[in-house]
């Protein structure tokens, strides 16, 4: 039997609610645990619900996506949290990247799209849609030096900043998942970088991708 994703959806427009509550049910492996219309009941559900994943608005009113997504990796650090947001501005993205958002995707995406985010986002990867992306992408205008890095861990660099997980990297590379992990501690170590989120920032600013 498969285990489903338990979601909490999180927006301040009931209208936007409903249609991704019905959109989502239509998924055989997602379950729409429960909704709240901002951050703060965000985390008193998602406590009492414990979802494996939320889904959350960026725009909300007493607590925004922004801060709602700092208390949860302080308080809830298990619970995916997946962005849906209107603004593609570099500020924003970067702001939540930082604050431990697992992935950021506009409202003007497909509902398939989005189901394949919060798919993506559940087995550990991370996700931004096309649009968000493109925006950090462009407007990266860092440069930093890869050197200290080796030509494997750069290459498991790359795979691990455009979502895949430890086990597709592995797939991907013909290695061990036991050796992707070494690797992955060693970038960390290496650029002084501890999270997912952190890494795609730091390849975007370095073209080291192009999603």
């Known amino acids: 039997m498969i285990k489903k994703i338990r979601a909490l959806l999180v927006d301040d427009h009931m209208l936007v609610l ?13 379950d729409v645990v429960g909704t709240a219309s901002n951050g703060l009941e965000a985390l008193h559900k998602s406590a009492e619900l414990k979802p494996d994943l939320v889904l959350m608005d ?3 009113p007493i ?12 308080e809830q650090p298990g619970v995916k949290i997946l ?3 209107m603004h593609n501005d570099k500020e924003y993205i970067l702001s939540l990247i930082q604050s431990g958002a697992n992935g950021y995707v506009l409202k003007d995406v497909s509902s398939d799209e989005l189901v394949q985010a919060i798919n993506t986002v559940h087995q550990g990867g991370t996700y931004f849609s096309s649009g968000a992306s493109d925006s ?16 494997r861990e750069m290459a498991v660099l790359k795979e691990v900043a455009i979502g895949l997980s430890n086990k597709e990297v592995a797939q991907s590379l ?8 070494t690797h992955r501690q060693n970038i960390k170590n290496k650029l002084n970088i501890h999270t997912s989120a952190g890494l795609i920032k730091y390849a975007l600013a ?6």
Do not use: P, Y
């Open 206 to 211: 370095n073209q080291l991708i192009d999603l």
């Open 63 to 74: 607590l925004n996506g922004l801060e709602a997504t700092k208390r949860f990796k302080a």
């Open 136 to 151: 950090l992408f462009s407007a990266s205008t860092v440069s930093h030096q890869c050197e200290a890095l080796t030509k």
């Open 83 to 85: 962005m849906l947001s």
């Open 58 to 60: 960026v725009s909300m």
């Open 18 to 30: 409903d249609g991704l509550q019905a959109r989502l049910e239509l998924e055989t492996n997602i």
């Open 174 to 181: 013909n290695i061990s998942v036991r050796t992707v992990e």
